[in-house]
């Protein structure tokens, strides 16, 4: 089978999530919608939305009285349940920041062994702005970062430390790539799941941050994965 890299990561991360008040950041975090059971997670928009649904199917239609029910990107268009709610940028951003969210999935550019993030600016392009990401990842009960293995150059992006602007110092929790997931427990970052298609030599070649094999580590066989479970593209 050919997976997607990025819905395939969408989905993983999907597996991290129970009960509670999520936010999906901007990127391959807004494919993790598509991705949860209906009824366990309420999801938490940044630009005022509680309770978003996954995304419209291929037919969805944009009603021009619905223009504004998009995600945080601004630009992609979601569903709403029957029980969302809809909040000013000031209520929302009090929810981000007051400690009410469960749990955060933001994309990243590069994660330290510490835990540090660095996600909104990459050195020499041009930069947009944080936005509400510094909020996410103070605010939110666990941080879980989605992000490709390696740069589009090939470049390690778990690191011993990051050479991009902060976002954050020590708040992420989980890391989910195409390869693998790590977890930080008790100040260390731990391997806890690998795909059966690497050794653990070859994990550490693009993998220069020091991390140690966890006691419940597991191999992961991509291909047992059935179509009904992640959507092929």
Not at 175 to 191: C, D, M, P, Q, W
Not at 220 to 227: A, G, K, P
């Amino acid at each position: 089978m050919s997976y997607s890299v990025k819905h395939y990561i969408a989905w993983r991360c999907a597996q991290e999530l129970s009960l509670g008040c999520v936010n999906l950041g901007i990127g391959i975090p807004t494919l993790v919608a598509d991705y949860l059971p209906k009824g366990v997670v309420t999801l938490h928009s940044e630009n005022g939305i509680l309770g978003a649904g996954p995304e419209p199917g291929p037919d969805f239609v944009i009603d021009p009285e619905n223009m504004d029910l998009v995600n945080a990107s601004g630009v992609q268009p979601i569903t709403a349940l029957p029980h969302a709610s809809y909040f000013d940028s000031s209520l929302s951003f009090c929810i981000m920041r007051g400690g009410h969210l469960d749990a955060t999935v933001i994309g990243a550019l590069q994660v330290s062994e510490t835990g540090d993030l660095a996600s909104w600016a990459v050195p020499g392009k041009d930069v947009l702005g944080v936005g509400g990401a510094m909020d996410l990842v103070v605010g939110a009960k666990r941080v879980i970062a989605a992000m490709t293995h390696l740069s589009p150059k090939g470049e390690p992006k778990i690191l011993p430390e990051c050479t991009y602007p902060l976002t954050v110092k020590n708040r992420v929790d989980t890391i989910v790539t195409e390869y693998a997931v790590f977890k930080f427990r008790e100040g260390k970052l731990y391997l806890v799941e690998m795909v059966d298609e690497l050794t653990f030599e070859q994990m550490k070649e693009m993998t220069p941050a020091s991390y140690e094999i966890a006691d419940d580590f597991k191999w992961v066989n991509r291909n047992s994965i059935t179509e009904d479970e992640l959507v092929l593209k």
